[in-house]
């Protein structure tokens, strides 16, 4: 049975898959943060506070369909008589991954932790 804490418990599994087994590159030696929710946009840099921006990933749920396979099963104890239950959360989530690299004095640098091919 789920609920509506079934949804976020997706995006933690997610966010820990990622964290996990996301391998990084040689230069890198700690995994970047990964936010959920809308990504932060970070305010352009002042000539006194110039700081290379930190590499981070996104996971964005931008999409919550009802599954049409789940959606035409029989409630349970209507097909069989042995099942029971309350039907199953029958949905579809599409999540939007955002890889973030590192800026340096104003340019993006374009290696091994920004070009990443899913």
Do not use: C, W
Not at 24 to 52: Q, R
Not at 91 to 102: D, P, Q, V
């Amino acid at each position: 049975m789920s609920d509506f804490r079934a949804i976020a418990g997706v995006s933690a599994t997610l966010r820990t898959l990622l964290h996990d087994r996301m391998e990084l590159p040689m230069n890198m030696t700690v995994v970047p943060p990964i936010s959920i929710g809308t990504p932060l946009v970070p305010l352009p840099p002042t000539p006194e506070t110039i700081e290379p921006e930190a590499a981070r990933i996104n996971l964005f749920l931008f999409q919550v369909n009802e599954s049409p396979y789940l959606k035409n099963r029989d409630l349970p104890g209507q097909g069989s008589s042995m099942a029971y239950g309350k039907p199953p959360l029958s949905l579809e989530l599409h999540f939007l991954l955002t890889a973030y690299g590192s800026q340096v004095n104003g340019e993006t640098a374009i290696d091994e932790t920004t070009a990443h091919f899913l």
